[in-house]
């Protein structure tokens, strides 16, 4: 479903997002409270009224290859969390991302 950032909510699934990057850190590896080990790349991403961060994890990371801020793409089948009050839209294996 195509939403607006302004729509999210936690626990959402499958949510398509057409949006800006603003900004996209180094990749960093974190491990889970579990030892479960991942690499991920923060950002932020912005559609025509609201901000958002942006957090692409493991295999879909290789997606942002050629993806700057100021590009365009849409994200494909994410889903939101929630850490410490800030809402995240989460790129994960089943996701992909298309510049436009």
């Given at each position: 479903?195509?939403?607006?950032?302004?729509?999210?909510?936690p626990g959402m699934e499958e949510?398509?997002l057409e949006v800006t990057i603003?900004?996209?850190?180094?990749?960093?590896?974190?491990?889970?409270?579990?030892?479960?080990?991942?690499?991920?790349?923060?950002?932020?991403?912005?559609?025509?009224v609201t901000s958002r961060e942006?957090?692409?994890?493991?295999?879909?990371?290789?997606?942002?290859?050629?993806?700057?801020?100021?590009?365009?793409?849409?994200?494909?089948?994410?889903?939101?969390?929630?850490?410490?009050?800030?809402?995240?839209?989460?790129?994960?294996?089943?996701?992909?991302?298309?510049?436009?």
């Amino acid at each position: 479903m195509k939403m607006n950032l302004g729509e999210l909510r936690p626990g959402m699934e499958e949510v398509d997002l057409e949006v800006t990057i603003v900004s996209l850190e180094e990749f960093r590896d974190i491990e889970t409270h579990r030892g479960k080990k991942h690499t991920l790349v923060d950002g932020m991403i912005r559609d025509e009224v609201t901000s958002r961060e942006l957090t692409v994890w493991n295999e879909t990371i290789s997606e942002l290859d050629g993806v700057k801020p100021g590009d365009k793409v849409k994200l494909i089948n994410c889903f939101i969390s929630s850490f410490k009050g800030v809402l995240s839209v989460n790129v994960g294996r089943d996701s992909r991302i298309e510049k436009l």
